[in-house]
């Protein structure tokens, strides 16, 4: 029967205790490699998911979550969060900024307005929701130029264009690609001009990417006036 | 206090309890001390609704009700009395008087890492619920061989269907040459008593689940030693709960040449590769067979069969919707008269690829997040509520 006791004392505890260690665990995380990045979101979820109750920690926990880049966890999290604080404002604003990361523009503004509804005096509210709108239009003109891109006799021009919008809402990776489509298309000139500069990014003290991608789209823009047939024989 | 000398002091035997009962004291004590410890010890480690099995290699517990993790993500798990991921945990009846639809694939169908509601199959559960009903018997790392013995199982139970959708993955070609010498267990009810216990031990006894613990952690280190290129090579991109997961598949595999071989652990880069395109062949042929097989099976039970193909992130940036692994499965669905989708136009289009992955994927997987789900739902909604299933009573 003591044994019994102590056993069902230790669960108790046990129990009493489970919150404190997940919050000691979330502290002592300290990112330095990948794996330590997913440990602190499988962490930071836990506390989300089984407590949660803290909103102001767990509010810290899903900006956590976002500067990881999790943006699909910061959406999960925060519709956990929603279903025990569904009048929160900075909730809507934090899922809002998951679903923009993901480019659902419809969703992220929907948020915003929901956060703005909520607390309409939010100035920052005011300025990201309006911050959204101009990247949604920017969105659609992407939109746009993925379907001339099918029938387009000039790829290239559209190409140039799409990677000038898509460095404007700074997705630069797919620049990056676009750009090295755009490559193939011109002359070997223009070839070995972007090898040379995108292997600058993987030297050590290389330059920053988004000065790199700036050059290589004025580079690209000035041979886009020219006509097809004699840009492939530049 | 003060014994009173008038009570002689008896040596009763009629109260001493026998060694027998005394044996089945001391293992009821152990095992109510084992059960209590059991509940402080036995830790969730999102990944215990999973399970091993005797006929079609693994699957999911039936009856779940808890977290899983992937990656980054926790999400909620349940499972119904089948052992299929759903939206709830009930008694799925063996006969309807509705179409139904079982769905069939591996991780990616499963929805690693998206919570049921906002995977595919969720979605077409929801959007469907007037025409059909939709069963996903999916599960991490299957391939045609155990999905054949799934559909297999469930049928020999009495399931009936209407319409089973096999989704093919690219590792399929990887798990049909792990699977190749797995050979399931006759059915029986000792081993289906069996199969139940492990799976209650495992919940609740400590020393159970000390013992098996010990014995995985040591099954994953043996396959970490052996495959130690991949391991310094990709582990530290990859989560360790995905990784744990990952070595647990390989026990009925032990090629250390290819084991070791990093190649051999990036199978969707495979068939672009001359010196592993032999071992795609291979992998797509073994599934083929086994998809022949599962054909056979729904033809028996008058069931409808489809296949799909969907890309993983390197084919999307490799930006060919119709290359060499989408035409050898067109080629052997045309010949065999299975229907067959491709959804490689779905992911591989105009938009820029390395948005499309950042849209629809995992950050740094090769599954699709929620919105990855909702595409291929939107697709397939459409799909089957046009031509995907027969009349109602028609094949019965």
């Given at each position: ?10 669960l108790?505890?046990h129990?009493?205790?489970s ?11 300290r ?42 966890e ?5 519709e ?7 009048d ?16 659902q523009?419809v969703l992220a ?9 909520i607390?309409p005096?939010n100035k920052?509210?005011?300025i ?22 099918a ?9 140039l264009r ?14 990056l ?26 030297q050590?003290?290389?330059?920053k ?23 492939k024989?530049? | 206090?003060v ?16 060694p ?5 004291l ?15 010890i ?9 399970t ?5 290699h693994?699957?999911l517990?039936p ?21 299929m991921m759903?939206?709830?945990?009930y ?9 139904r639809?079982l ?23 929801r ?15 299957y ?5 054949y ?38 059915r029986?009810?000792m081993?289906?008593t ?7 031990l ?15 952690k ?8 052996t495959?130690?290129?991949?391991n ?8 360790a709960?995905?990784?744990d997961?990952y ?8 090629d ?7 190649q ?9 590769n001359e010196?592993?395109?032999?071992l ?9 067979s086994?998809?022949l ?26 930006g ?6 989408v035409?050898k499965?067109e080629t ?6 299975i ?11 105009t ?6 992955t950042d ?17 291929v ?20």
């Open positions: 029967m003591r044994y019994i006791n102590l056993i069902l004392i230790m108790f505890l129990a009493c205790n919150e404190k260690k997940i919050r000691h665990q979330i502290e002592s995380i990112i330095q490699d990948v794996t330590e990045k997913y440990d602190l979101g499988i962490a930071c979820m836990e506390y989300i998911s089984q407590y949660g109750d803290d909103l102001a920690y767990s509010k810290g926990l899903i900006r956590k979550l976002l500067e990881a880049g999790f943006s699909a910061v959406i999960s999290a925060a956990i969060l929603l279903g025990k604080f569904p929160d404002p900075e909730l809507y604003n934090l899922r809002g900024l998951g679903y923009l990361n993901m480019h523009y503004i929907a948020d915003y307005n929901n956060a703005i509804r607390q005096e920052q509210f005011l990201e929701l309006q911050s959204v709108r101009e990247e949604e239009k920017v969105w659609n003109e992407i939109q746009v130029m993925n379907g001339s891109l029938n387009s006799a000039d790829s290239f021009d559209v190409l799409r990677a000038e919008k898509l460095y404007s809402i700074r997705e630069y990776d797919a620049v690609y676009d750009l090295g489509s755009i490559s193939k298309l011109g002359s070997e000139q223009d070839s070995l001009y972007y090898v040379s500069q995108v292997s600058t990014l993987n050590e003290k290389g330059r990417s988004v000065e790199v991608l700036s050059e290589l789209i004025q580079y690209y823009g000035k041979v886009r006036n020219l006509d097809p047939k004699a840009r024989a530049k | 206090m014994k009173s000398s008038d009570q002689p002091v008896v040596k009763s035997t009629s109260g001493r309890s026998s027998v009962q005394q044996l089945l001391s293992i009821m004590i152990i095992a109510v001390l084992d059960f209590l410890a059991g509940f402080i036995i830790k969730d480690d999102y990944s215990t609704f999973r091993p099995h005797y006929f079609y693994h699957g517990k009856d779940q009700d808890t977290w899983s993790a992937w990656g980054s993500s926790l999400y909620r798990v349940k499972t119904n009395s089948l052992g759903d939206s709830a945990v008694d799925v009846k063996l006969k309807t008087g509705k179409q639809l769905i069939l694939g591996d991780s990616h169908s499963e929805g690693v890492g998206v919570v049921y509601p906002k995977t595919f199959s969720g979605i077409l559960a959007q469907l619920v007037d025409q059909l009903e939709v069963l996903n018997a999916s599960c991490i790392s391939s045609p061989k155990i999905e013995l799934r559909a297999k199982f469930l049928f020999e139970q009495g399931l009936k269907v209407d319409h089973v959708f096999v989704l093919i993955d690219l590792s399929d070609m990887q798990n049909e040459l792990v699977y190749e010498h797995f050979e399931p267990k006759k029986s009810w081993r289906e069996l199969y139940t216990g492990r799976i209650i495992r919940k609740y006894s400590s020393i159970f689940y000390l013992v098996t613990s010990i014995s995985e040591w099954q994953t280190k043996k396959f970490f030693e495959a130690r290129f991949f310094e090579q990709k582990i530290s991109g990859t989560p709960n995905t990784l997961l070595a647990t598949f390989f026990s009925d595999f032990d250390k040449v290819l084991l070791s071989n990093p051999f652990h990036g199978v969707g880069e495979w068939y672009y010196r592993f395109k032999a795609a062949d291979t992998g797509i042929a073994l599934g083929q086994y998809l097989k599962l054909k056979a099976l729904c033809d028996s039970q008058q069931v409808k069969l489809t296949i799909s193909v969907h890309p993983w992130q390197y084919q999307i940036l490799k060919n919707d119709h290359d060499y692994y035409n499965w052997f669905a045309r010949i065999f008269d229907e067959f989708i491709n959804l490689f136009p779905l992911f591989i289009n938009q820029n690829p390395v948005i499309t849209m629809y994927f995992i950050q740094g997987d090769n599954h699709w997040n929620q919105f990855g789900h909702a595409l739902a939107g697709y397939l909604v459409n799909y089957f509520s046009k031509n995907g299933t027969p009349e109602i009573g028609h094949l019965r």
